[in-house]
């Protein structure tokens, strides 16, 4: 059977998960048939089912780092991509190897023929989002593997064959332990995110990964900074390695507005309560788990519903908050670092570092999840007199020149920064217990807990019905 005829599961991707790809309205704007080889995807070399397929997601115009790393990534080369959060790095890799693997063979049980190397399962949710429905426009298989959920799934689906791993680092060496995925197959390899898995200390598992994969196979190191650390991968594992910058490693952002507010110590809350009161979708970063917590708790009961992301949460609560947010039945989101790289969640108006970060890398990943592709919003530092000589050098670094206003909450000058408000007062109920809707097959939580702490999780997209084992060729192959 040809690719392009290979039968699939109603399980391959829920359709009310992808409304913009799987029920395009007639006489969309963009004629698929209209993409000519002068300009948008259609000149990068791509396929045309995967030009018609992002067209009729309305995504007809590259970005600067598609543009610049697609056509040597299809020609086969290894591509070094930097450029910030929000430039478009996942099309950038995922297309390609999109492109690649569907070529060639399905791939043979266990043995994928592609690995996405990822550091969050937050980050392994998204990938998976935005590629599963364009694999299946070419007959690509697709599949996560990451700790906090069980094994069976991804099992399974390794078993049947998937051409694509998306993987964390701890769940993918733990499947390889399991003999039930080997990578000898690997056609190409890409990093995403490669400075954040330096920095959550993921550099020994990976290069273990790395050394598991074919010597000759193509690798794709997407990330926001190519530091010393990411340096001892490309000079392992990359052979003349084409270089990608489509922005300088400092904020320059130009529809990015950043404000240092100076606050006393007692008020502290205050201002954070008005601010989260504001209208618009608002990211809160603090330093620690139990600051999440107690921030969440504290809104609450002066009348704002607010969601906690950090690492200490299970994966279902993880998804669930995320969820919320990005559906609006939240409109804030306190987190962690966790939250910070990677997770792009439409219409971020304002990001505000309740705690100022650790460094400039941290500060322009948080900063990253507003601003993102065109789109225009600002960030909000507190500062305690006690940090501030310390947080504008670290702004400094960040390449970061922010206007420095002294404020207390119900001042006019925080209203007109930050758009913060009185809270209601009315303390938020907490939530009832609920069935909340979920992709058939996710009632159970379980699996690998070994990398539970905040620098050890990741995440994923769904788990789906587990269903009777059949022939490879046969329409019981899952993701």
């Given amino acids: 059977m040809a690719r392009h005829e290979r039968p699939h599961l109603t399980a391959f991707a829920d359709p009310s998960m992808f409304p913009s790809i799987f029920d395009a309205p007639t006489g969309a704007e963009t004629d698929p048939e209209a993409e000519t080889e002068t300009d948008g995807f259609g000149a990068l070399g791509l396929p045309r089912k995967l030009v018609r397929a992002l067209a009729r ?26 450029g910030q959060t929000g430039s478009g790095k996942t099309l950038a890799f995922g297309l390609p190897v999109l492109a690649r ?7 043979r049980p266990r043995h994928p023929k592609a690995l996405v190397l990822v550091p969050t399962r937050e980050l392994a949710m998204q990938v998976n989002d935005a590629l599963l429905p364009l694999g299946k426009a070419l007959g690509v298989f697709l599949k996560t593997a990451v700790g906090g959920v069980p094994y069976d799934r991804q099992i399974d689906a390794l078993e049947r064959g998937v051409e694509i791993i998306v993987a964390t680092p701890g769940r993918l060496g733990d499947l390889i332990q399991r003999r039930v995925c080997v990578l000898d197959d690997v056609e190409v390899t890409v990093l995403d995110e490669a400075d954040q898995m330096a920095d959550m200390g993921f550099l020994p598992e990976v290069t273990e990964l790395l050394a598991k994969t074919p010597a000759g196979a193509q690798r794709l190191l997407f990330s926001a900074t190519l530091d010393n650390d990411v340096d001892s991968l490309v000079k392992r594992f990359m052979t003349d390695p084409v ?5 300088p490693a400092v904020a320059t952002v130009t529809t990015m507005d950043h404000h240092l507010l100076l606050i006393p110590p007692h008020d ?15 990211m809160m970063f603090a330093r620690t788990q139990m600051g999440v917590d107690r921030l969440v708790e504290q809104l609450a009961a002066v009348g704002v519903r607010a969601g906690g992301l950090h690492g200490g949460k299970t994966q279902r609560a993880r998804t669930r908050t995320l969820a919320e947010f990005k559906e609006g039945r939240t409109t804030v989101l306190v987190a962690t670092d966790v939250a ?22 941290d500060y322009l990943h948080r900063a990253g999840r507003t601003a993102r592709a065109g789109e225009s919003g600002s960030v909000a530092t507190l500062v305690l007199p006690k940090q501030r000589r310390s947080t504008l050098q670290m702004l400094g670094k960040a390449g970061v020149e922010p206007a420095e206003t002294r404020v207390r909450a119900g001042d006019a000058a925080l209203t007109e920064l930050t758009g913060a408000r009185e809270p209601s007062g009315v303390p938020v109920p907490p939530d009832e217990p609920r069935r909340p809707h979920r992709p058939a097959g996710d009632r159970r939580h379980g699996g690998d807990h070994r990398h539970s702490g905040e620098h050890r999780h990741g995440g994923e997209h769904r788990d789906h019905r587990h269903s009777p084992r059949g022939p490879r060729s046969g329409p019981r192959r899952t993701h």
């Fill in 243 to 247: 270089t990608h910058s489509t922005e």
């Fill in 101 to 107: 693997v569907a070529r060639g063979e399905r791939a």
């Fill in 340 to 361: 910070a790289r990677g997770i792009h969640v439409d219409g971020v108006s304002l990001v505000v570092h309740i705690d100022p970060p650790r460094d400039a890398k």
């Fill in 268 to 282: 502290k809350f205050r201002v954070a309560a008005s601010i989260a009161a504001r209208d618009g979708r608002t």
């Fill in 57 to 82: 997601d309305g995504i007809v115009t590259p970005f600067e780092i598609q543009k610049a790393t697609i056509p040597d990534a299809l020609a086969g080369k290894d591509v070094l991509g930097r």
